[in-house]
């Protein structure tokens, strides 16, 4: 019996006899693999992987029956090769244009680093570096010794440690300090801080006991007064930084808390949570307590983020007394919360930037004036854009009702628009108002500006298509 017209071998026979037949136009997955698109799915995936998915991709094509597919196939099989290895391996990490005026964007990696000090990190990363080890002596060093000399020249601390976030350092220091024992905390400042991981269940998970004082939205000294007990081991006050109460409220600041601290023998760790270090003079973060003050107005410990207002790698800081943080340095988490050589190189750098006094890129949310204008004149120019006023944020749960009043620019364009920027190389992140794109560049370095203005090109060229 002749095989049935409708079967893949009857169809393949038919395009063999068949000059017209689009599979035949097909090409072998030899030549397949030797295009540009399919070779830089090669150097991420593997040629293997990338194999075995062009030649079910071909079979796909030659045995299918859609005509309109087969005339696309050299984008089709791309398309398809790259979206099925991306299905079974994930997405690779790809440079990212953060064009959102939200500076610490959790989502795109929060802070960035100075584009020259991302630069002299390298040879720190392809080779060895002492990170553990003394050159003087050849014997083991401390990971650690270099980053506590920096934080505390420039917070006044006497002592710290770094690990990999500030939850960790929240969490080593209940711990170690606090296990078994009650910690006294606002209830205006138990919070949520992200992920849905809240205050009260880290320190239940550190073994900590926690005790509750005051209201939602007033809480006094004599709150804190009365819960001291003999099991109390800490005070924890939390900064509340990705929110606000308004109106009836009452608080008590770091320095009230930290002399009935003193009084009753308790010490008192503060979460300040951002990792301002030093006073900024910024009105969005004027108010905002810096790691020196804290430490200044006698807070036993302090702990913070290194990759939020710092500029740095994510990392959290813990610094203040020294008999509390060389107790840390000992516990068994300190070990397991440690950052490895990468955070380590980074920090560093950052940090002696912040010793230096070296602008960061934070200090682009407030650029010059009369200099921005022309930046942003220059590229909504090239963009057919307008300039309009926009206000930005710090984020990273930093001064969340605190608007960075400035320009941006506007482009024609809708949400088709934002995906395809996402999409492109460099990707670009930016928002819609009113019906258009909008671009911030205070979140955008300088030195990104062409390939901004190549990836919007891109994005409406595709558009066109």
């Known amino acids: 019996m002749p095989p049935s017209t409708s079967s893949p071998a009857a169809r393949s026979a038919d395009s063999a006899s068949d000059p017209g037949d689009p599979r035949r136009r097909l090409p072998a997955v030899g030549e397949l693999l030797e295009r540009a698109q399919i070779q830089a799915l090669v150097e991420v995936y593997g040629r293997e992987r990338v194999l075995v998915q062009a030649?079910?991709?071909?079979?796909?094509?030659?045995?299918?029956?859609?005509?309109?597919?087969?005339?696309?196939?050299?984008?089709?099989?791309?398309?398809?090769?790259r979206e099925a290895l991306e299905a079974a391996a994930g997405f690779p990490l790809r440079r990212t244009i953060n064009a959102t005026g939200v500076f610490v964007h959790t989502n795109l990696g929060r802070a960035s680093l100075p584009h020259e000090l991302a630069l002299q990190l390298a040879p720190l990363l392809d080779a060895g570096c002492d990170l553990e080890l003394d050159l003087d002596s050849g014997r083991r060093g401390d990971r650690n010794r270099r980053l506590e000399r920096l934080l505390c020249l420039i917070t006044g601390a006497e002592a710290a440690v770094v690990v990999n976030n500030n939850a960790a350092a929240l969490l080593l220091a209940v711990a170690c300090l606090a296990r078994d024992r009650e910690v006294v905390v606002s209830r205006g400042e138990l919070v949520e801080?992200?992920?849905?991981?809240?205050?009260?269940?880290?320190?239940?998970?550190?073994?900590?006991?926690?005790?509750?004082?005051?209201?939602?939205n007033r809480t006094g000294i004599d709150d804190y007064a009365r819960a001291i007990g003999a099991q109390t081991a800490l005070l924890l006050k939390v900064q509340p930084s990705n929110y606000r109460i308004v109106g009836f409220t009452a608080s008590v600041g770091e320095a009230a808390l930290a002399e009935l601290g003193r009084e009753r023998g308790v010490p008192l760790l503060v979460d300040e949570g951002s990792g301002l270090l030093a006073p900024h003079s910024a009105p969005q973060l004027a108010a905002h307590p810096?790691?020196?003050t804290l430490v200044e107005v006698g807070c036993d410990l302090v702990c913070g983020s290194g990759d939020k207002v710092l500029g740095g790698p994510q990392a959290g800081l813990l610094l203040g007394r020294r008999a509390l943080i060389d107790r840390c340095r000992r516990h068994p988490l300190f070990r397991a919360l440690r950052p490895g050589r990468g955070v380590v190189a980074t920090l560093e750098a950052v940090l002696r930037r912040h010793l230096?006094?070296?602008?960061?890129?934070?200090?682009?949310?407030?650029?010059?004036?009369?200099?921005?204008r022309a930046r942003l004149e220059r590229v909504a120019e090239a963009l057919g854009g307008e300039v309009i006023e926009a206000n930005a944020y710090l984020g990273g749960g930093a001064a969340p009702m605190d608007a960075i009043p400035g320009e941006a620019i506007a482009i024609d364009g809708d949400g088709d628009l934002l995906r395809r920027l996402r999409s492109g190389d460099p990707a670009?992140?930016?928002?819609?108002?009113?019906?258009?794109v909008i671009v911030d560049l205070r979140t955008?370095?300088?030195?990104?500006?062409?390939?901004?203005?190549?990836?919007v090109r891109g994005a409406r060229a595709r558009g066109a298509d």
Do not use: K, Q
Request: hydrophobic share 40%; no cysteine.
């Open 55 to 81: 030649r079910a991709e071909l079979a796909r094509l030659r045995e299918g029956a859609d005509r309109a597919a087969l005339e696309h196939a050299d984008e089709l099989l791309a398309s398809r090769i």
């Open 193 to 216: 801080i992200g992920g849905s991981f809240r205050i009260p269940d880290l320190l239940e998970a550190a073994g900590g006991r926690l005790v509750e004082v005051g209201t939602t």
């Open 428 to 436: 670009v992140v930016g928002y819609a108002r009113e019906g258009r």
């Open 356 to 372: 230096a006094g070296a602008p960061m890129p934070l200090d682009r949310m407030w650029p010059p004036p009369h200099e921005h």
């Open 290 to 292: 810096s790691h020196r």
């Open 444 to 455: 955008v370095a300088p030195e990104d500006d062409e390939a901004l203005l190549r990836a």
